[in-house]
């Protein structure tokens, strides 16, 4: 098989991995996109922090056809279906694109004094120590422009054991009806135990307390939330 072959297959089986073991993925990821307060014409500057194969950004690149998109991702290998999928999806899909390998949590964020107009990451700054994300809060803050807006699609911790438990088998049995194998729900179990999952409510905390305004949450759906704030001045919404 050739490498664009493997790569492509690569894409394919992400995308396809994602959809069965991320419960309603489509209403979660649409919650960013519906809520972004830009007017669909406007040239934004987008930064994902952990983009993977750049499936939420190409969402973003969509919908807003004036956007450049910076992805950061600690895999080359996500990185390269990335620029696969920009390349492919948009026409010219590179000129809108600029790929960082780094790790996010260690690294200065990329970008310059005039700021971004929307950071976005999805499920990744749970695998940072609650100390770690609070780091990322405030970093993510320094990074946008003012007037700027940081959504983030990621996982709850529940507020209670109770709900905790509730969620986990909630997420058992509907990867289970989505047809996820015992063997690939192992591996997922196994990989979970590494999630530092904080409660919604104390990662929009740690929101507010790196300086950002306006704080929300967007959606929820049991462990998957999707909340945000705005640095600095309100903008005017621009929906459109
Ligand atoms: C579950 S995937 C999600 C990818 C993508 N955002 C999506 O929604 O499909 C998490 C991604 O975050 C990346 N990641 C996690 N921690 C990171 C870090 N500290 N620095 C850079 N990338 C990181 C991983 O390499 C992986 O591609």
Redesign the pocket.
Known sequence: MSVEAVFDEAARG??RA?RMLVPGLDDF?GAVLENIPFGREKPIRVL?????????SAMIAERFPLSRVTL????VE?LRVARRRFAEKFSPGLNRLEVRV?????KPLPGDSAGYDLVV????IH??THHGKREQFEKIHNALANGGYFMN?DQALGKSLEEEQEYQEDWLRRVREAGVTDQDIEAELVRMKADKNATLEEQTLWLEEAGFDGVDSYYQDRRFVVYGGRKGEKKEVEHG
């Open positions: 992400y995308d994602r990821y994902d922090l952990g983009s993977g194969t750049g499936l939420l950061v991702d600690i895999s996500m780094m790790d996010f949590a260690r990451s999805a499920l990744a695998h940072l699609a």
